[in-house]
Nanobody, 123 residues
């Protein structure tokens, strides 16, 4: 019943932008820290970004700092990942995940996962 649904993925040229959305169903995100992860074929899943329940605290992987921005609109029960200056190495399935926590804790596995959305960066 608790669901996270990602959307907004697609094919984009290098240097382009995409905005991913993570919409919650069955629960509200107000009290959950939300993170974005990605996984390319044959590679390990890696953390991309995380935002606290209030939105006052954010974290980014070094590989995306300055290019990606995480935000949330609790009124819409949605978290976003704005991705700019995309590179081919950003190609992956992107997942959002939720911790039953107000703050992000990268060393603690998320409690809920979405199904993922494909992002492909190619000319």
């Amino acid at each position: 019943q608790l669901q996270l649904v990602e959307s907004g993925g697609g094919l984009v040229q290098p240097g382009g932008s995409l905005r991913l959305s993570c919409a919650a169903s069955g629960f509200t995100l107000d009290y959950y820290a939300i993170g974005w992860f990605r996984q390319a074929p044959g590679k390990e899943r890696e953390g991309v970004s995380c935002i606290s329940s209030s939105g006052r605290s954010t974290n980014y992987a070094d590989s995306v700092k300055g290019r990606f921005t995480i935000s949330r609109d609790n009124a819409k029960n949605t978290v976003y990942l704005q991705m700019n200056s995309l590179k081919p190495e950003d190609t992956a399935v992107y997942y959002c995940a939720a911790w039953v926590r107000r703050l992000c804790h990268s060393d603690v596995p998320p409690d809920y996962w979405g199904q993922g959305t494909q992002v492909t960066v190619s000319a």
